[in-house]
């Protein structure tokens, strides 16, 4: 059943593709490269269509209402991609929204509003990408007895099973975390509690790695720094920048950083984030350490080869520690 675009009410904006009113799933098989694009939404959706138009040569504006980029990040990497997007030409409006548009002869004028300013922007597309929603209209789902709450199937539990005992619910129809891995992870779980009702799984859902396909990329997992001080740990924070590592030089990917967030006193990781070259790859090792409850001290013994960008990992665990050796 899956899920679908998300569509929001702004006023004169009406009709779809063929009146270059885009959604993610337009973008992906977009007929033409547009001259000009304004973005709605700063999160992974929107700033990953804002950097790929970007590159194709669109002059995009990416508006965003929220403070910084990522909002469901760490805001340090929102605001470490949102320099690096207008670095590369992007238009980045944070704090904003598209206050209503006008249809124009070569497409649309958009009257983005942020404070007390309004600022008009012509452009060839408006790309919607605020979310997606699960797809339950007319399936009839309620009359055999599958329950539904108000972002999608309910299941009884994180073994995945609906009201229904032989009617399992994976993926983003349940309308809980809306990412591919986490689909994978859960009809994994689904296909094995049915085979095995006598030792069913459940999923883990406490450390999800999110993953941004933006240059730098940016991953992110655990608790972010403020949702950690939010729940009451005494916070210790270590950072690590790529530029100061050989493989980072080598291969021209010096942008960026990894910010590890522990608690002080065991010195149990809570969370770890990045920005930078293939950190969608290192998230890994990050989730692993969350998973198996890793303490700075026990990390701090893993050897990591020498030249590769995951040295930036063990000099983040190793400056949370408080004794990092190339701490710039």
């Known amino acids: 059943m899956g899920s679908s675009v998300i569509h929001i009410p702004i006023p004169g904006l009406s009709g779809g593709r063929d009146e270059n009113v885009w959604t993610s799933d337009d973008a992906v098989t977009a007929p033409f490269a547009p001259k000009s694009m304004v973005v709605l939404g700063g999160g992974a959706v929107g700033c990953e269509f804002s ?7 669109t002059d995009v504006t990416l508006v965003e209402m929220m403070p910084t980029l990522l909002n469901v990040m760490d805001e340090d990497l929102g605001k470490e991609l949102g320099k690096s997007l207008t670095k590369q030409g992007i238009k980045v409006k944070t704090g904003a929204t598209i206050e209503k548009v006008e249809k ?44 539904l709450h108000r972002r999608g199937v309910e299941v009884v539990d994180d073994t995945l099973q609906t009201h ?14 809306q990412l591919a891995h986490v689909a994978q992870q859960e009809g994994l779980t689904a296909v094995h509690n049915i085979f095995h009702p006598d030792a069913k799984k459940t999923v883990d859902y406490r450390f999800v790695p999110n993953a941004v396909y933006t240059s730098p990329e940016v991953a992110s997992v655990g608790l972010t720094e403020s949702q950690a001080q939010a729940a009451g740990h005494d916070v210790v924070v270590g950072r690590s920048k790529f530029m100061i590592f050989a493989k980072a030089m080598a291969s ?15 010195g149990e990781i809570l969370g ?32 990591h080869a ?10 983040a665990f190793e400056d949370a520690a408080g004794h990092a050796i190339h701490k710039m």
């Not at 950097?51 to 040569?57: C, R």
């Open 51 to 57: 950097y790929v138009f970007n590159g194709l040569g």
């Open 104 to 147: 124009t002869k070569g497409g649309w004028k958009a009257f983005i509003k942020k404070g007390t300013e309004v600022e008009e922007v012509e452009a060839e597309v408006i790309l919607l990408g605020v979310g997606r929603k699960a797809n339950v209209e007319g399936m009839n789902l309620e009359s055999i007895g599958v329950k």
């Open 164 to 177: 229904v005992p032989n009617i399992w619910a994976i993926g983003d129809v349940t309308g809980r975390i």
């Open 252 to 266: 021209n990917e010096t942008d960026g950083f990894v910010k590890v967030v522990a608690d002080r006193k065991y």
């Open 272 to 303: 770890v984030h990045m920005i930078g070259g293939h950190v969608t790859d290192m998230i890994t090792e990050a989730v692993t350490a969350l998973v198996h409850e890793a303490t700075l001290e026990s990390m701090q013994t893993v050897i």
């Open 306 to 315: 020498h030249p590769t960008m995951a040295e930036a990992i063990i000099e």
